[in-house]
């Protein structure tokens, strides 16, 4: 079972370089997240959606930018890159809200330089 | 928002022993599940808690919702229990649910 699935696992940029961090999963999940992570703190919700065509802004949207035209993927897409988005970026989904376990991708390193 | 902390925020512990985590919310929530980060980075489910209390082996936890905390309970420590806990709460955004999560505590079971 392949779960939540992240692209690319580590990847360096250039300040004002743009990527797109894939994320996909295969259990019909509706909901799917974004996190970033800083180095020794907590998560923080960068934007989420409840289902295709739905996104909505997190804690931390400055600078990302999501889709969600299909079920199974959510893209988070950088634009001029900052150093302030040197991070761990995790993806995540759940079937629904309100008391459904929410899944976690393994992360995606990324540093900007 | 929402303001969600938890304590300690590190502990080192011999392995064999108990231990207390806590985590505390500033308003009321929908849920409460709890995790485990290990030291690949890895996030994985332990519990999912709005009140009452669960165990599932070594781990238990509790939460009062009335009172707006939750505690995280394991015993008899492995080495294997080391990383990060984090608690996060459901809260209501404007078209669903999304979690929030405290800054999490570090925990290390030294053989």
């Known amino acids: 079972n392949a779960g939540v699935t992240q692209t690319p696992k580590f990847r360096i940029l250039k300040i004002g370089q743009s990527m797109t961090l894939q994320c996909t999963q295969d259990?019909?999940?509706?909901?799917m997240y974004w996190y970033r992570q800083d180095p020794g703190m907590g998560l923080k919700l960068i934007y989420y959606?409840?289902?295709?065509?739905?996104?909505d802004k997190g804690e931390v949207p400055n600078g990302y930018n999501v889709s969600r035209s299909t079920t199974e993927d959510f893209p988070l897409r950088l634009e001029l890159a900052a150093p302030s988005q040197t991070s761990v970026y995790f993806c995540?989904?759940?079937?629904?809200?309100?008391?459904?376990?929410?899944?976690f991708g393994e992360g995606s390193w990324l540093t900007v330089v | 928002g929402i303001q969600v902390e938890q304590s300690p925020p590190d502990l080192i512990l011999q392995e064999g022993a108990n231990s207390t985590l806590r985590c505390n919310f500033s308003?009321?929530?929908?849920?409460l599940q709890w995790f485990h980060q290990n030291p690949w980075g890895q996030l994985i489910n332990l519990f999912y808690?709005?009140?009452g209390t669960k165990q599932n082996g070594r781990l238990s936890a509790t939460t009062v919702a009335t009172e707006r905390y939750s505690l995280l309970y394991i015993s008899s420590s492995q080495t294997t229990d080391s990383g990060v806990y984090f608690c996060?709460?459901?809260?209501?955004?404007?078209?669903?649910?999304?979690?929030?999560f405290g800054p999490g505590t570090r925990l290390s079971v030294l053989p």
């Open positions: 995540a989904s759940s079937y629904s809200d309100r008391g459904y376990t929410i899944y």
């Open positions: 259990m019909n999940h509706n909901y």
């Open positions: 959606s409840v289902g295709a065509g739905i996104t």
């Open positions: 308003d009321s929530v929908n849920n």
């Open positions: 808690i709005p009140s």
């Open positions: 996060a709460v459901e809260i209501d955004g404007n078209y669903g649910q999304n979690f929030v």
